[in-house]
């Protein structure tokens, strides 16, 4: 089945606790990114990454960091988290370019920063 | 930057009566999608738009693409209590493609049955 799995769906942490959100795709999209849900602001773009090595900044990267070593993973990491990046957060992948560019969310990592 | 708007930012229905969402980018778009976000789930993706003055249906559901490609509208035709959710519109960065996709605040539907 066609999907992106995004570990873990709940998590609670304490500031400063560094810690990493994996997402996996299997339906070898060139294209992942990262986005945070917030009430009354919508879905933001924190990094994306167009192929393997290849991220870039969203609208809201500060306090993030991505990496891109394989095609099918994306994990997000906070070096050092804040109350303030408590957020509900997807990952999402497609394919690049084409008709076929809609995204594939994951079921989303609700983060807790205490 | 490119920026998305959408209205109204709630719209709560009797079950049977139309609903339409609206959303307004200020820049031309090369295309606009639509994605539904249920209660406690994650967007799913409804249909991609890309001709100036499009309009795609999906059984109650049609969408339009403005003749300026700038504005979109997402009608609902008589709601039903499945169609209860948020829904987005989204449309892409610089450049055309999505890879810096911009998202509206979205439209929560809530439907009295």
């Known amino acids: 089945e066609a999907q992106v799995t995004q570990n873990p769906r709940y998590l609670i942490t304490v500031t400063g606790k560094k810690l990493t959100v994996t997402c996996s795709q299997n339906m070898n999209h060139e294209y992942m990114s990262w986005y945070r849900q917030d009430p009354g602001l919508g879905l933001r773009q924190i990094y994306y990454?167009?192929?393997?090595?290849?991220?870039d900044k969203g609208d809201v990267p500060e306090g993030y960091k991505v990496s891109r070593k394989e095609k099918r993973n994306f994990p997000l990491i906070l070096e050092s988290p804040s109350p303030n990046q408590t957020s509900l957060y997807f990952c999402a992948s497609s394919f690049l370019q084409g008709p076929n560019e809609k995204l594939f969310f994951g079921s989303g990592t609700q983060l807790s920063v205490l | 930057g490119q920026q998305v708007m959408q209205i109204p930012q709630y719209q709560h229905v009797q079950e049977g009566e139309d609903f339409t969402t609206y959303c307004n980018s200020s820049t031309t778009l090369s295309n606009i999608q639509w994605y539904k976000q249920r209660p406690g789930g994650h967007p799913v993706f409804l249909i991609q738009?890309?001709?100036?003055?499009e309009v795609k249906k999906q059984k109650r559901l049609t969408f339009q693409f403005g003749e300026a490609k700038k504005n979109s509208s997402l009608h609902i035709t008589a709601t039903q209590t499945t169609d209860v959710g948020t829904y987005f519109c989204?449309?892409?960065?610089?450049?055309?493609?999505?890879?810096?996709?911009?998202f509206g605040k979205g439209t929560l539907l809530t439907v009295n049955p």
């Open positions: 989204a449309g892409p960065g610089s450049g055309g493609s999505n890879y810096k996709l911009t």
């Open positions: 738009l890309v001709k100036s003055g």
């Open positions: 990454s167009m192929n393997v090595e290849v991220t």
